[in-house]
């Protein structure tokens, strides 16, 4: 799994190689192929794993989200590889609507926490829960490895890390005020 997450992260599924792959993880191409299907099979369970792990690491508070969107952005610099495999599963399989039907299962519980949080007044009700999650994914992913403008690395100056979280944070307390 994690050849074919370096792999796929890269090169993206039309990229990609199962040979590489395969040599990468020291096993051979009919292995691969018994083991995980087809190559769109593969990438469709390195993403699953992928939305799970990011799930697990960085939880949805509805009423903490300007952290949430500062953690994600941490979470983005630390490793781009999610931002990567979404916009790979963007670009190559899903162009409009929800990226994967996979996320469901993640999102009932994070959208859940927002409606809370708006049904005790400490988030807007202007928009609904599904409408807070996604302008919070969106701020987040601001200078991302996705971002058309200006993405953020590791190498960047820690004084340019703090200030774009200190211009999430400040965006996602306007944006999520009551």
Known sequence: MKAATIEFAQYGLAGSRIDRIAASAGVNKAQSYAWC????????????????SIAEHVRVDGFHLPDYVVRLYDFYLTDPTHVRLATWMRLERVPAGLLSEQMNEHLAPMLESIARAQAQGAVTDRYSPNEVYELAIGLSLTWSPASVLVAAGPEDDESEHQRRRAVLREAAERTFAP
């Open 37 to 52: 299907g087809t190559k769109d099979d593969l990438f469709t369970l390195v993403f699953a794993q992928h939305l799970a």
